[in-house]
């Protein structure tokens, strides 16, 4: 599965950004895709998940702000980021994983995409 993130910029604080990632490739066996970011200097962190069910886990530091959807038929992923905040900066990548359920560790997650760097400025 390859996966192709796109949609970063630079934005005002309370601002809004929508990230979208498109996976393709001749085995889609992935059951649940993910949001993680990467701020200069700071470990991975996860954002959010959605599984092939519909359901939805947001991290407690973007719930309310972000919203994370799915279309099936066209294999994307999508997250819209409203209220954005300077601590939102960073590098945001998109993932997919074979399991059922959603998981913030990162290494459950087999597929990753390139990455799209998200900046908020104050």
């Known amino acids: 599965v390859q996966l192709q993130a796109s949609g970063g910029g630079l934005v005002q604080a309370g601002g809004s950004l929508r990230l979208s990632c498109a996976a393709s490739g001749p085995n889609m066996d992935y059951h649940a895709m993910a949001w993680f970011r990467q701020a200069p200097g700071k470990q991975r962190e996860w954002v959010s998940c959605i599984n092939s069910a519909g359901s939805t886990h947001y991290a407690d530091s973007v719930r309310g702000r972000f919203v994370i959807s799915s279309d099936n038929a066209k294999n994307t992923v999508s997250l819209q980021m409203t209220s954005l905040r300077s601590e939102d900066t960073g590098v945001y990548y998109c993932?997919?994983?074979?399991?059922?359920?959603?998981?913030?560790?990162?290494?459950?997650?087999?597929?990753w995409g390139q990455g799209t760097l998200v900046t908020v400025s104050s």
């Open positions: 993932a997919a994983t074979t399991r059922r359920l959603c998981h913030p560790d990162y290494s459950r997650y087999e597929y």
